[in-house]
Each structure stands twice: as C-alpha cells, then as structure tokens.
C-alpha cells in the first residue's frame, strides 16, 4: 500500500521557472520530511515540518506542510540546474516503545531543470 | 569526512552465493537502517537496529539478515542472493525520520 503519493513523478522546466511538487496521504504524520538525491548518492534532508499549516524556508525552496498533517508540498522559486535531483517526501508517525518504527517515503518526482 | 560509509559500493554477484554489505558509523548513533531503493518502489525498509544486538525487520525483509555487534558497524547479509534482490541498497542512521544515508552499494545478482 502506498501511503505518501508524489506528485507529479516527473519535472523538465526551464531555468527560472517556478514549479511546486506534492506530497499526499490518507494517513496522518506526526512529522513529515523532504529529501533531495542526486544520482549515484544517497538522499539529503532538507527539511523536517511538524505542526500542522507550518512553512519553511530554505533559500528558494518553501515547505509548507498541511494543516491536518496529512500532506505536504515543496515549491522553487527560479529553479537553477543545481535544483536538478529526485525530491522525496517521508511521513513519521508517533512510535511506541524502543524497538518500533515507521518511516514511510513516497516514490519521489525527478526534477530537471533545463539551462 | 563522511559520518556514515558503506562497502562495497558496487558489487556484481551470481544467484545462490552470500553477500554481505557492510555499513559504517563514526556518529555514535543508536539507531541504523537498511533501505532498498528500486524503480517505481522507492525506498523501502529492510531491517533496522536501535542498539547493538537488538534489530528488527521491515517491510521488505524476506531473504536478508542483519547483525550488529558493534555500535558503529551493521551488516546486511543475503543468505542466498536472487535476481530479485539486484538493487541499490542505502544505509541509513537518525531517528524520527530525519536520517543520514551513505552513498549506496549497487547490487547485481546474475
């Protein structure tokens, strides 16, 4: 089952262009996260959201996620080349005990941005 | 200097032999994780450590083992490697889904 759907999976803007991608769910999260990877290395964090309606800024990239804690969007402004990666979004729910974990990602949107 | 190294990162293996990837810390963290990351299925869980010797499976642990003897060390191992298991596999350390990853090992079983 696919909890966190991203959307959309693929992304060719121009340089300059402003473009936002979508993380969605059913589910509710405690805290969401927002990775970038970039080919042949490991996924980054870039941010971590928390409470419900909160928005982030990060340079030129701006998180908000939403006010049920049930989706989430990232939007660039002036996208450059060096946006150019594969976006995933990660929802957290609240754990119980040493041992249990959930973190589910979603399938990620490849962003290319064309010089 | 990288926090978190893995080993080896590319591998070319045939179907019924061992493979053992190798993970490596230098941050003290408690808690580590294998991913697997495949076209259209994104990253999923393997299995994941909260401290040495306790471990615990994930959603994707059919046919992989782990240990951890050591904080700083977490070993994926496959028993018998299948084709279904070519992928590229991350390491990971953190907590509350904000985690560090290595730089991944390319698996490809023949």
């Known amino acids: 089952t696919q909890l966190l759907e991203q959307s959309p999976q693929f992304l060719s803007i121009q340089e300059g262009e402003n473009l936002t991608v979508y993380c969605n769910s059913s589910s509710v999260f405690s805290s969401l996260q927002w990775y970038r990877q970039e080919p042949g290395e490991g996924p980054v964090l870039l941010v971590t959201?928390?409470?419900?309606?909160e928005v982030k800024k990060l340079k030129r990239l701006t998180f908000q996620f939403g006010d049920a804690r049930k989706d989430s969007s990232l939007h660039i402004t002036a996208a450059q080349p060096g946006d150019t990666g594969l976006y995933l979004c990660a929802g957290s729910r609240t754990y119980s005990g040493a041992g249990s974990y959930q973190l589910t990602f979603g399938k990620g949107t490849k962003l290319s941005v064309i010089p | 200097d990288a926090g978190i190294t893995q080993s080896p990162r590319h591998k070319v293996t045939e179907t019924g032999t061992p493979v053992t990837l190798r993970c490596h810390q230098t941050e003290n963290h408690r808690y580590m994780y294998w991913y697997r990351q495949d076209p259209g299925h994104g990253l999923r869980l393997i299995h994941y450590s909260y401290g040495v010797k306790d471990t615990d499976k994930g959603e994707v642990s059919d046919g992989y083992s782990v240990s951890r003897s050591k904080t700083e060390d977490f070993l994926l191992t496959l028993e018998s490697a299948t084709s279904s298991q070519t992928s590229v596999y991350f390491c990971a350390m953190g907590r509350t889904g904000e985690l560090f990853f290595g730089e991944g090992s390319r698996l490809t079983v023949l």
């Open positions: 959201v928390v409470t419900g309606g």
